[in-house]
């Protein structure tokens, strides 16, 4: 089998003929940075989302760090957060100058567990970051009580999350901010790139502002056919807006989205039936009255079930010529966090699990029938 056909490479975008045309133009334009098609991927954006306030950047990360900014800590406040996430979310409320706190995440769903939110928090405490892994939304309405019980701020890692809802309401609409993801693997990709929403008009001007340098409104125009215009410098910013080139890609990206939720659906029901019979724990089905993104499709490899180990199979899938992913070895795991923090991976045994178990099979839209075909049979020829 191995041999028969080219590598499938995991989380492989659909990038379609309307996307390199939109490139072409831009680069013929002349126009390759911050400019109108960023401004219309952020009015696409919020219209998709059913909200005002969103500010375009250039990655999720960036998102965050400037959300926590915009969220007026102080140096040393506590945010807590998922150890079952990306490095990204925990180092961005370190970059912030502020303490990241763990929580357990729920054995099932694999997201934060508001009861052990509410254990957590002390008289630092400022902030819950909750990440809707996989797509699955978080316990919104626990969360939200929390928060408001505790005076605390809600900072959504919606990285996986742009299709997602809970009870009616959009993913990105509970927190006081809102970070999205456009990643090369992710749902809408510009290859790097990220949006913010916030709830206040004036929290998403200061993160425009501290995105570009920290320069006034509108600096991007300075160099535009209205003739030059000065700037000032009123913050010590950073380098983090997405170009129009990117914008580029994701206009025709979002306006496909869900036409691609709708086929991701299909690829994870087709897994749900050809994997039901096999020692895998496979994700379970979405919460009534939510709607999952389909993001990632995760599965468990308990060795003592499925008769390997996780790393085996990971190796296995990769000689089948199958891409996949580890979402995610829990925080704890990597060395950086043990050293600054003392944290151990034992003492968030649910994240420590599934991270050792966890496996992300492809789920792209960009999938054929045949390439799905593919990756069952190669995943039942190495579980046989």
Known sequence: MSGERPFLIFGAPQIEDAEIAEVVASMKSGWLGTGPKVARFERDFAAYKG????????????????????????????????????????????????????????????????????AAITPRTRAILPVHFAGRPCDMDALREIAERHDLRIIEDCAHAIETQYHGEQAGTFGDFSCFSFYATKNVSTGEGGMVIARREEDIARIKMLALHGMSRDAWKRFSD????????????????????????????????????????????????????????????????????????????????????????????????????????????????????????????????????????????KLSDDDVAFVIASVRDVIG
């Open 51 to 118: 909200v005002e306030h969103v500010a375009a950047v250039n990655s999720c990360t960036a998102a965050l760090h400037l959300s926590m900014l915009a969220a007026g800590f102080s140096p040393g406040d506590e945010v807590i957060t998922t150890p079952l996430t990306f490095c990204a979310s925990v180092n961005a409320i370190i970059h912030a100058d502020l303490r990241p706190v763990m929580a357990d995440v729920d054995p099932e769903t694999m997201n934060i567990d508001p009861a052990r939110v509410e």
């Open 226 to 365: 209205e003739g030059y215009k000065h700037y000032q410098v009123v913050e010590c910013g950073f380098k983090y807006n997405m170009m129009d080139l990117q914008a580029a890609i994701g206009i025709h990206q979002l306006d496909r989205v869900e036409q691609s939720w709708l086929r991701r659906g299909e690829i994870w029901r087709r897994y749900n039936d050809a994997f039901a019979d096999l020692p895998l724990t496979l994700p379970p089905p979405p919460e009534a009255n939510t709607r999952h993104a389909y993001h990632l499709y995760t599965v468990l490899v308990d060795e003592d079930r499925a008769g390997i180990s996780r790393d085996a199979f990971l190796n296995a899938m990769t000689a089948h010529r199958v891409g996949v992913g580890v979402h995610y070895m829990s925080v704890p795991e990597h060395p950086y966090y043990q050293q600054a923090y003392g944290w151990q991976p034992e003492d968030y045994p649910h994240a420590m699990r599934i991270g050792r178990q966890t496996v992300s099979l492809p789920l792209s839209p």
